[in-house]
């Protein structure tokens, strides 16, 4: 065992002789294991992948050299397995994942044995070749499901909310282990809460007096024997079942049956570790969104508070943000846009004006009409509120909300006089669900325009201030049919403002 970690290579050394029997070596770094590879006769080399001076694939080179059939396997952590991958292709045995399990270095090890042992009495080329090919096929087999393994992570790491997770956790894993039945839930209030299930009813579950309490207690995965019953069914199981417990912060929050292979097989190590495998990635990866979202909403709500109160010393504006995110979720639906711009508009919608923090009460409350001086103040509110969020670094997409609420479709708007599509397509929404509120609220040098007012008048400023398509899907909405329209006061119009300031 070469590792220039002395914990892990006195373990694997001590795991291999203690448990198997076997006479083992140790060597600190990858050039005293390969001088002993050529002094002793080795049955199998284990080597770290990262080391100093000499690392995995050196060993794995040098040794090839010495002696080519000598077993080389790599032992790894999760984060460099796409290296453990070349490793293999460059010609190791295999390779295990740190830490590792008593069980994984065991069945390894005779493994490999029982294939040599398998090659040294094939002495005939026929049955050698076919020792090779199967080998190779094995190997062909691993390396798709590491493959798979890889493309599953790299797909999760692009999402970032909790219930597509699931979503996907149950269908790769229901594809990487060949099931029929699987399932995701959430354990809550007593019940396996499903929140996914392929080949099952959509059912939650009681948890009391199943297998899936003793796997709650035991924190660890549970592979279930023909006969116990099955919590989905409440029947005995005829085929093989296996569970697997989410952690966040050791307690058990979550679960993944797997159930009913489909070429009727039990589950193999094999399966085992490769679900295990997905299942700690993926559950760091909902332990991280979870936290994340608790800061985001924590932040969220702070800076909320914070445009409540910048509302509350401004009678005329209480509340507008609010019904502004309203509206603009309203229109985002029927523009169907993703859940991602949706939440944007969400949070970004409550802060849109909160670069109003920076205007003087003098300019911000005044009754009257703005002089150019203090309109020109007005206007900076988009900068000062994106420079707000600009240091809050996970609001890129809220920001663009503050910051391009007020330009025009035409090129006319401020700060940036940004055009067409150049206007992010959630600053176009807010800024029509922006303008009807304020022209149906009333303000200091004028009463609310009524419904239909304002609805013409949005219909007038189609291509010039707004985008006609986002007009459109404002027109079909509950408040854009006048279906949800709030209190209104039918009075004149006006005098012609600058809608939405
Ligand atoms: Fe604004």
């Known amino acids: 065992m070469i590792d220039d970690d002395p914990i892990t290579r006195q373990l694997l050394s001590d795991i291999l002789c203690t448990v198997d029997g076997f006479q083992t070596d140790v060597a600190s770094n990858g050039i005293i294991g390969v001088q002993k590879a050529k002094e002793n006769n080795y049955e199998i080399i284990f080597t770290d992948l990262t080391m100093p001076e000499l690392n995995g694939l050196g060993v794995l080179k040098e040794v090839q050299s010495i002696n080519p059939h000598l077993p ?67 190997l062909f087999q691993k390396l798709q499901k590491i493959n798979l393994l890889q493309a599953i992570n790299t797909e999760l790491n692009s999402i970032y909310d909790n219930g597509k997770i699931y979503q996907t956790i149950v269908e790769m894993a229901s594809k990487l282990l060949l099931v029929r039945e699987a399932s995701f839930g959430i354990v809550e209030d007593g019940y396996f809460k499903v929140k996914k299930v392929i080949g099952l009813k959509e059912k939650n579950v009681p948890i009391k007096a199943t297998l899936f309490e003793t ?20 029947l005995p199981l005829e085929y093989p079942f296996i569970a697997f417990p989410f952690l966040i912060k050791e307690e058990v929050f979550g679960l993944l049956t797997l159930a009913n292979k489909i070429d009727g097989s039990s589950f193999t190590d094999d399966d085992i570790s490769l679900a295990l495998t997905l299942v700690n990635n993926t559950a760091l990866r909902i332990e991280n969104n979870v936290l994340y979202e608790i800061v985001y909403n924590n932040l969220v709500n702070s800076l909320k508070a914070l445009v409540i109160s910048i509302e509350a010393r401004d009678p005329y504006t209480r509340d507008h943000s609010e019904r502004v995110t309203a509206y603009a979720l309203q229109i985002a639906e029927v523009l169907n846009l993703s859940d991602e711009d949706k939440d944007a508009i969400k949070f970004g919608g409550s802060l849109h004006d909160i670069g109003k923090i920076g205007i003087r009460d ?50 006319g708007g401020y700060p940036d006089g940004l055009a067409g599509e150049q206007i992010p397509i959630i600053a176009r929404v807010l800024s029509v669900a922006d303008a009807y509120d304020a022209m149906t609220s009333t303000r200091p040098y004028r009463k609310a325009l009524s419904h239909e007012q304002a609805k013409a008048e949005i219909i007038r400023c189609v291509h010039v201030q707004f985008d006609e398509a986002v007009v459109n899907a404002f027109l079909l909405t509950p408040v854009g049919t006048g279906v949800d329209s709030k209190e209104k006061l039918l009075t004149p119009l006006g005098q012609k403002e600058n809608l939405g300031t």
């Open 362 to 411: 003098g300019i911000l409350l005044k009754p009257g009409k703005l002089t150019e001086a203090e309109l020109a103040d007005i206007r900076l509110h988009p900068i000062i509120g994106d420079n707000i969020l600009k240091p809050l670094m996970f609001f890129p997409k809220e920001r663009e909300i503050v910051r391009y609420h007020h330009e025009h479709y035409d090129g």
């Open 72 to 138: 080389v396997v790599v032992v790894t952590g999760l984060s460099t397995i796409d290296v453990a991958i070349n490793v293999m292709k460059e010609g190791a045995n295999d390779f295990i994942t740190k830490p590792f399990k008593i069980n994984t270095i065991t069945s390894t090890v005779e493994r490999i044995l029982g294939e040599k042992k398998l090659l040294d009495r094939m002495s005939a080329k026929e049955h050698y070749q076919g020792a090779v090919e199967r080998l190779n096929s094995e």
């Open 215 to 234: 796997m709650i207690k035991s924190r660890r995965y549970y592979l279930a024997n023909p006969g116990e019953i099955n919590p989905h069914t409440e």
